[in-house]
């Protein structure tokens, strides 16, 4: 039985190109197996979108599976279908045989093929058709079916509006509901952020009436920390430094650092954001050296300083106005000078 509101249905029936979505369904009908793939690094967007389609797909009659770059960090390993996923860091050749007998590919969460990682020559390889559904900006995916909404919050939620369109939310269980949940409440910061369109609620709504805890789905993702984990981010928020008067910070960890509190994936999930608690803080930068040559940045910002702009322009990323990301080939020193030289050029950005 649906749920949701007479406004939710007539909003949400012509966002999404009808032509798209029947485009779509047929595809579905007509595929035997079908992969589903996100970027590397997933996140709750990428993580929550993939295992609710998965899910729908299946109770669909499909032979549907779930293929990424690297695995899901512990903090999301709660989610329903996540341990059924199939990584290329522990399955390498189950990986890459479900991507060569695939009929279909869905892309979720991304906008450019590079961002599976080392998948990424196993997809370009591939036959089957592919369907993108993402709300980053200009992408460059080659495919059959582009569903691509950049002003929606979330994969998560765009997810969800498609699926309502198509005909197939009756198919989300509580379990698939709280992976869309989840997906749209960390691409928001629990919803402090990206959020205002009221019609987020509308999905919640619906989501709430299918049977998810939010208040628990909340401690499961955000109350998980372990001792090293609050060590780690209590070091690295001590050491943080405050430039341009006190309106960008900048957190470091070095390999050697991250090696001395025994890091693990996950661990500093959201330390980027503490220094936005800071009224005068309006850029955030975290720099991480994950191997000797690799620096991961991650950036957030308030208001309208775009640091998708500086992440794309100057580390090989992109992302949204207030949460993105890139890289950096080199090592931490070299990384951290490269961006003292380039931070001057975005000043007159800061309000």
């Not at 691409?187 to 990206?194: A, H, L, V």
Request: glycine letters at 8%; aromatic letters at 8%.
């Amino acid at each position: 039985m649906e749920t949701t509101p007479r406004q939710h249905r007539n909003r949400f029936n012509t966002l999404i190109d009808p032509a798209a979505v029947e485009r779509v369904k047929q595809l579905v009908l007509c595929a035997g197996k079908i992969v589903i793939t996100c970027h590397v690094s997933p996140d709750g967007d990428a993580l929550g979108s993939s295992t609710a389609l998965c899910s729908v797909l299946r109770s669909l009659g499909k032979d549907a599976t779930v293929v990424t770059a690297d695995c899901a960090p512990k903090a999301l390993q709660f989610m329903p279908g996540v341990r059924d996923i199939v990584t290329a860091t522990r399955q390498p050749d189950r990986a890459a045989e479900l991507i060569a007998e695939a009929d279909l590919v869905f892309c979720l969460d991304f906008n450019d093929l590079k961002r599976v990682d080392r998948l990424t020559p196993n997809f370009e390889q591939s036959r089957a058709r592919r369907v993108v559904i993402d709300h980053h900006l200009a992408p460059v995916i080659d495919c059959d079916v582009l569903i691509s909404r950049p002003e929606v919050s979330s994969t998560s939620a765009l997810l969800y509006i498609f699926l309502w369109q198509a005909g197939w939310a009756r198919k989300l269980g509580r379990a698939s509901a709280a992976c869309i949940y989840t997906g749209m409440m960390t691409d928001t910061g629990n919803f402090s952020y990206n959020s205002n369109d009221p019609d987020l609620y509308l999905i919640i709504h619906d989501l709430l009436r299918r049977g998810i805890d939010k208040d628990n789905l909340y401690k499961l993702v955000h109350n998980n920390a372990t001792q090293g984990s609050i060590r780690i981010n209590g070091y690295a928020q001590y050491r943080t430094q405050y430039l341009c008067g006190g309106r960008v910070a900048l957190i470091m960890l070095s390999g050697e650092e991250l090696r001395e509190f025994e890091y693990s994936k996950g661990d500093t999930e959201g330390l980027v954001n503490v220094p936005l608690t800071i009224p005068e803080v309006q850029w955030s930068i975290y720099l991480r050296e994950d191997a000797k040559d690799l620096v991961k940045v991650s950036m957030r910002s308030k208001g309208a300083f775009p640091v998708n702009l500086v992440c794309e322009e100057q580390f090989g990323g992109g992302g949204h106005v207030n949460a993105a990301g890139g890289e950096y080939h080199g090592t931490l020193p070299q990384a951290i000078d490269y961006l003292l030289q380039a931070i001057p050029g975005y000043e007159n950005l800061l309000e």
